[in-house]
């Protein structure tokens, strides 16, 4: 997928092969193995032929052959979730800088990180809320709900939200991006809705460039707590109900507690959506005041030039001259 998204926007890309070590049984590890080293192969022909002046990482273990091959060259790191994965805990020991999204960060490092925030695309922040509603056919004078769990989706929240759309319909206009997996039960679902309902019920496989225009026209949403709900969610002053994905190590319930624990958003465990979801739903959209306070907690963690702060140290790093 993120081969498609960085083809669309006119950057040549080039695959690496590479495989996890951690938590892989024996029988897969001398296969992991070979496929790294064939990562190290080709990552110093990518070097011999773009000759880079700095190299940045943002984790996965793609990042390992890489490292490798370029151990000589400066080196970036950024951390987008507040705990770091595992190869950027190990390729943190080699780089010259490393970057994060958030000081909470600084307590996995032994040495000082520069706290920039997480960078968001200059499209998501072009958006008025009026041009968001307008772009995506909604009322303006009817809060609106966004449901989404990330560029594929999430399984066990849109088996929570469509047994619920008829009662979440009656409180707000819904803008749920299901994912493909689940697009079609929702269309399905949403023909079994009446047209009043269907008129307030928006549902999208996937947004690229109105994804903007759905944070910017929300009032509150409904998500997983990976590392783009630090920088996306605190930009739009955006309340928040997260629900950290089980299955990630803990890294998105990290996440999910450091904006919770700043009043910015509230937690449901992925075991409790089906019981819990429309209890809280319900008590944020008829509670205007209390969504009103976790948005400015939540828009006082915007750090909106984070991506003019990371460009920055890579052009220190690399040199801005050459």
């Known amino acids: 997928m993120e081969a498609e998204l960085v083809k669309r926007e006119g950057i040549p890309f080039a695959a690496i092969p590479a495989a996890g070590l951690h938590g892989v049984g024996l029988r ?23 000759k880079p002046d700095v190299l940045f990482f943002t984790g996965g273990f793609v990042s390992g052959p890489m490292a490798f091959a370029g151990r000589n060259i400066p080196t970036l790191l950024f951390v987008p979730d507040i705990e770091p994965g595992l190869a950027l805990k190990s390729l943190a020991r080699f780089a010259d800088r490393i970057t994060v999204s958030a000081a909470d960060s600084q307590k996995y490092f032994s ?25 995506l056919g909604l009322n303006d004078n009817l809060p609106v709900l966004l449901i989404y769990g990330g560029s594929k989706g999430a ?19 819904v803008v749920h991006i299901t994912g493909q997996s689940d697009w079609e039960t929702a269309q399905s679902t949403r023909a079994g809705l009446t047209s009043a309902q269907r008129t307030r019920y928006h549902a999208f496989p996937y947004l690229h460039e ?53 009043s ?22 008829e509670n205007p005041s209390k969504r009103k306070a976790m ?5 006082s963690l915007a ?20």
């Open 28 to 50: 897969a590890l001398p296969r992991n193995i070979t496929q790294l080293a064939r990562g190290v192969i080709a990552s110093q022909k990518i070097l011999r032929g773009f």
């Open 111 to 135: 040495r000082q990180v520069t706290v920039t925030g997480y960078p968001l695309r200059a499209d998501l922040k072009a958006w008025s809320r009026s041009d968001a509603r307008r772009t």
């Open 155 to 173: 399984h066990s929240i849109n088996l929570a939200v469509l047994p619920h759309l008829p009662g979440l319909l009656e409180m707000a206009q």
């Open 210 to 262: 109105e994804m903007g225009a759905a944070l910017a026209s929300a009032d509150l949403v409904v998500s997983r707590a990976g590392a783009s709900t630090l920088g996306e969610f605190p930009f739009f002053g955006l309340p928040a109900i997260l629900i950290p994905y089980p299955y990630a190590w803990r890294y998105q319930k990290v996440n999910a507690d450091h904006l919770a624990e700043r």
């Open 264 to 285: 910015a958003a509230v937690i449901i465990k992925d075991e409790q959506l089906q019981e819990e979801l429309l209890l809280v739903v319900k008590d944020l959209l």
């Open 295 to 299: 948005s400015a907690a939540m828009r």
């Open 303 to 322: 750090k909106p030039q984070a991506a003019q702060a990371v460009a920055g140290q890579l052009l220190e790093l690399g040199g801005a001259g050459r």
